[in-house]
């Protein structure tokens, strides 16, 4: 046995795993469900009227977007370590070096939105808090009480909360904190979600939110921006960055069926972005305000909705339990990445890799919390380096690994055989529609 195999044997040997499918599933669940359901995918719906946006949306989730998230979670489990290692391997098979250069690119960019989702998330803690105290639904303006906590050092507290909770759960480790705490807070999630879409159809003027989700003009199908951007969102969606899923599917035994597993992904995260929009589309028609608000919509516009709706106080405790469940679940799998990433590099301890992580996280998360400071930072890392960690992954693993390797170790686990379309669906379609985000992305400004 060569030294780079028993290498290989011994790293898999000590490196933690998943204890089941399910759990892996939704932790992968987890990392997908965020902001990109919760406020993202209703204001698309909006944007792009209704059901016509839903069509392109659910080819682009099961055709392309499944087949991203087999190749990720594959490659990372093949190579059994994230995206710094898994590059570093991938240019080894190929005679060449610096692959690990190459993978800081993924790792960097999820640091990079991890530091910023972090400010978004101690946002929800201290909206989350309002709804408890009640000051949320009695404030007379929405704008001015987001406004106290979006400028410079607003919510230093709030914003430490949020980080000193993730680094908590991701201290534990993989079994006994990141996948145990997805198997409470993703169940939590859909449960609460489903009590507000419960809630909603009783609001006066609903029906026309219903109307509006369900009936379409079907000559949206006809413009290329309705397609462009329902790729985008489905990528996002799907948290497809070349990082995260590379991460945990580094976790995952090779026993497990990566295509089944990746169905049940894009499943649930379909699921709770339609959930989602089933409880914020009806509930903002409801009190007469616009679909197409965006970010805003969770900061502002649903409190307004709130306020307004019978049992509001109730009813907005339970809307933000839920989006911090989907908060603190994607922040742990986006500072994941560079966890792990000291971890193999450097052969650090896990909890020396998560102090390292926490201290970057709080230092350079405090100089950007500032809405428009911050919202700057996330448009650069989501739409460059995070689309371009997308394709390197799947060039690394579709172009440069080769078709043997894909085949075999997609097969791993797989029932019967590697379905026939993965292969040249991920080589020629999805590689050439990531490159086609990454470029509209730069031209338009982001379209996700």
């Known amino acids: 046995m060569s030294k780079r195999k028993k290498q290989d044997v011994s790293n898999l040997g000590t490196r933690d795993t998943f204890s089941s499918r399910w759990g892996f599933v939704l932790a992968c669940v987890g990392s997908a469900v965020g902001m990109g359901n919760i406020w993202l995918f209703p204001y698309r719906v909006g944007q792009f009227g209704g059901f016509a946006f839903l069509v392109p949306y659910f080819i682009c989730i099961f055709l392309l977007g499944f087949t991203g998230v087999i190749e990720e979670m594959t490659f990372g489990r093949a190579m059994k370590t994230g995206p710094l290692g898994a590059f570093k391997k991938a240019m080894e098979k190929r005679g060449k070096k610096n692959g690990d250069v190459i993978g800081l690119i993924p790792v960097i960019g999820s640091l990079a939105i991890a530091i910023g989702y972090s400010v978004v998330v101690g946002w929800i803690i201290k909206f989350l808090f309002g709804a ?50 997805n198997k409470i807070l993703m169940p939590a999630f859909f449960v609460l979600f489903i009590i507000l879409a419960i809630r909603v159809p009783f609001l006066d003027g609903a029906s026309k939110g219903y109307e509006f989700l369900f009936t379409s003009d079907w000559s949206k199908l006809l413009s290329p921006k309705t397609w462009i951007y329902a790729l985008g969102q489905s990528f996002f969606s799907l948290s497809l960055a070349g990082s995260g899923t590379v991460v945990y599917g580094s976790y995952l035994k090779d026993s497990e069926n990566v295509v089944k597993a990746s169905r049940s992904i894009a499943i649930f995260d379909t699921l709770a972005a339609s959930l989602a929009a089933l409880v914020i589309i009806p509930s903002v028609f409801a009190f007469g ?45 986006l500072f994941e990445t560079p966890i792990e990433a000291l971890q193999d590099k450097f052969k650090l301890s896990r909890k020396k890799s998560v102090s390292i992580i926490a201290i970057i996280g709080v230092v350079v998360g405090l100089l950007i919390e500032n809405v428009e400071v911050m919202g700057k930072w996330m448009d650069v890392v989501s739409i460059y380096v995070i689309p371009l960690g997308a394709l390197l992954a799947a060039i690394m693993f579709f172009w440069v690994c080769g078709d043997k390797f894909v085949k075999d170790e997609i097969g791993k686990g797989l029932d019967g055989e590697v379905p026939k379309f993965i292969i040249p669906l991920g080589k020629y379609v999805f590689c050439g529609l990531t490159i086609l985000v990454l470029i509209l992305g730069i031209l338009w400004g982001g379209i996700g």
């Not at 649903?302 to 339990?321: R, T």
């Open 132 to 181: 408890f105290v009640g000051d949320l639904v009695k404030t007379t303006d929405s704008t001015a009480y987001f406004g106290e906590i979006a400028g410079t050092f607003g919510s230093v507290p709030w914003h430490l909360i949020a980080l000193a909770l993730t680094f908590i759960i991701m201290s534990v480790g993989i079994s006994k904190g990141i996948e145990k705490v």
């Open 289 to 333: 305000m616009k679909p197409t608000a965006g970010p805003p919509m969770l900061f502002i516009t649903m409190p307004e909705v709130f306020k307004k709706m019978p049992l509001g106080q109730m009813f907005s405790i339970i809307f933000f339990i839920a989006v911090l469940f989907a908060g603190i679940t994607s922040l742990i799998n």
